[in-house]
């Protein structure tokens, strides 16, 4: 192999690397950072809906008790009015 064909590879050797360093620099970060932004952003998002679903989960469990004890509540008001008319 002769020089002038050893720097002629050498020059296209840097060329290339230089291509590729360019083309990592401009497209591939830029697309990996976004890429970790969304993930976050996922990540926020899945935090906030699992958070949402404990506090309706806790809401719903206290209409339960809400609605479970409010014929009980009911029945006593009706008792107590019926003692106070037999009072009365």
Not at 4 to 25: F, N, S, Y
Not at 31 to 59: D, H, K, M, S, W
Request: hydrophobic share 40%; proline share 2%.
């Amino acid at each position: 192999m002769s020089v002038r064909q050893t720097a002629q590879d050498e020059a296209i050797q840097a060329l290339m690397k230089e291509i590729l360093v360019t083309l990592r620099e401009k497209l591939l970060q830029p697309f990996v950072q976004e890429i970790n932004q969304l993930a976050r952003a996922i990540g926020e998002l899945q935090e906030q809906q699992t958070a949402f679903y404990r506090e309706t989960r806790e809401l719903i469990n206290q209409l339960e008790n809400r609605v479970t004890e409010t014929p009980l509540v009911t029945l006593t008001a009706l008792r107590n009015a019926i003692q106070q008319a037999k009072e009365g």
